[in-house]
C-alpha cells in the first residue's frame, strides 16, 4: 500500500500545478482580444469536446497509462480548461476573483482535513452525491429555457453544497483505495484530477454568487 502522506503531498503538488496552469492560461488569454475572440467564436465548441474526452479517458485508463502519460493528459486537461476559464477574467474584477480563489482554497483545507480524519464512511453517499449532481444538470438544461434568476441561484447553491461534499469524499476515498492503482504517480495524478475539479466547481459557483463585475 502506498503510503498516504507522500501520496497526498504529490496529489496536492499536482492539483497546485493544474490550477496554476489553467488560471495562467485564463489570465493570458483575456489579455489578448485576438486570441480572446477566437477561443469563444471558432474554436469553444472543439475546447469543450477535447476537455470532455480528455477528462473521461483520463478517468477511465489512468490505471494503464505510462505515468508520463497522465503527466502530460492531466496537464492538457488543465490548458483547455484555461482556456475557456479567460472569460472570468473579462467579466469579473481580477480582485474577487483573488478573493473567491482563497476562499475556495479554505474551503478545500477544511473539508479536506474533514474527509481525511473522519471515521464516517462517505463512500457511502456516493449515490446520493452523484443523483444530486445529475440532477442539478438536469435543472441547469431546464433553466435554458425557462431562464429564473431565482431558479439559477438556487441551483448554483445546491451545486456548491454538492462539490463541497465532494472534497471530503474524495480525500477519502485517495486515502483508502490510493493502492489500487499500482503506480503512485498514476495514482497522484487520479487524486489531482478529482480535487481540481472540486475547486474549480466550487470557484466556479461562488465566482457566481459573491463575485463582482466589472464596472
Same mark, same amino acid.
Given at each position: 500500500m502506498l503510503e498516504n502522506n507522500k501520496i497526498f503531498s504529490k496529489v496536492f503538488l499536482w492539483m497546485f500545478i493544474g490550477l496554476a496552469i489553467t488560471f495562467g492560461v485564463g489570465y493570458y488569454i483575456s489579455m489578448n482580444s485576438n486570441m480572446l475572440y477566437n477561443v469563444f467564436t471558432k474554436y469553444y465548441i472543439f475546447l469543450i469536446i477535447a476537455e470532455l474526452v480528455t477528462v473521461i479517458v483520463l478517468s477511465m485508463r489512468i490505471r494503464k497509462m505510462k505515468p508520463m502519460t497522465a503527466k502530460i493528459l492531466f496537464c492538457v486537461y488543465s490548458f483547455i480548461t484555461g482556456l475557456t476559464f479567460s472569460s472570468i477574467f473579462v467579466v469579473y474584477n481580477l480582485t474577487s476573483i483573488m478573493y473567491v480563489f482563497a476562499i475556495t482554497a479554505l474551503v478545500m483545507l477544511i473539508f479536506g482535513l474533514i474527509g481525511y480524519y473522519t471515521k464516517l464512511d462517505l463512500t457511502k453517499i456516493w449515490v446520493y452525491l452523484f443523483m444530486g449532481l445529475i440532477a442539478v444538470i438536469i435543472c441547469e438544461i431546464i433553466n435554458i429555457f425557462v431562464s429564473s434568476e431565482t431558479f439559477n441561484m438556487g441551483i448554483t447553491v445546491v451545486c456548491?453544497?454538492?462539490?463541497?461534499?465532494?472534497?471530503?469524499?474524495?480525500?477519502?476515498?485517495?486515502?483508502?483505495?490510493?493502492?489500487?492503482? @499500482?503506480? @503512485?504517480?498514476n495514482a497522484a495524478i487520479y487524486g489531482a484530477l478529482q480535487l481540481y475539479l472540486d475547486f474549480i466547481n466550487i470557484f466556479l459557483r461562488l465566482l457566481e454568487l459573491i463575485g463582482k463585475n466589472k464596472d
Open positions: 456548491l453544497i454538492i462539490f463541497i461534499i465532494y472534497i471530503a469524499y474524495d480525500v477519502q476515498v485517495i486515502k483508502k483505495n490510493s493502492y489500487m492503482i @499500482e503506480n @503512485e504517480d
